[in-house]
């Protein structure tokens, strides 16, 4: 109430997929310090297995989460923002780059951002039978940015949305692209409480982060066919 009567005060609370922290975040934080100078900010990493307990208790306004189609429309107002596709990748001078095949990679650990999510999920089991190749035995589930440390440093495989491997956080990482091992894309959808109107800083908030995807999405080399 306070703020629609222009008040720049209060705490605005909103969950990321880490690929928005390491994109757009600093551009939307940017723009948002501009028109609410004061108003605070609580930004957690947002895997969908983590937010959506925080927006059905109120602890999070708003989450803009990368969705394989997890999120129920039912339950939560839903945004549709952008799809990007996802690839799989390894450490730079991985043996496998000589001669990637499926069967080779599955025989690989995986880590694969999530901490909460099932060991494959329905997207991932589908790829791999398409493939016609068995999933991996091994599979190691954590943070996206504790994933992108682990592939650099070992010989394990994950799967990223193809725009981070532009950014510095991606460094020493490389695409595996193979036809037959194809993995799904990913979804931007932002999601909040039904029947719950966001506060203005929050709304505001949320058109930043629209507005820093719509821009990143025009000024990026278009996606691999």
Known sequence: LRQHLGDDEGTVCVGLTPYLMLTVLGEAYRWF???YP??????TEGLVSRVLPGLRD????????AS???VSTQAFETTFLRADPQTLVVRAGHPVLLQAQA???VQLEWVL??????????????MFDR????PPSLITRCDALAAMALVRQSDAVS???LPLLAQPEARGLVEVSLRSLRPPGVELVQISPPGVPLTPAAAYFARCVQDAIRASASAAPAARP
């Open 113 to 126: 951002p999530g901490v909460l999510s099932p060991a494959v999920d329905d997207g991932l089991q589908a």
């Open 131 to 134: 493939a016609g190749v068995p």
């Open 58 to 65: 109120g602890s999070l306004d708003f989450a803009v989460v």
């Open 38 to 43: 004061r108003v605070q900010l609580r930004l």
């Open 33 to 35: 310090r501009q028109r």
């Open 103 to 105: 069967s080779r990679l």
């Open 159 to 161: 799967v990223m949305p």
């Open 68 to 70: 394989s189609g997890e």
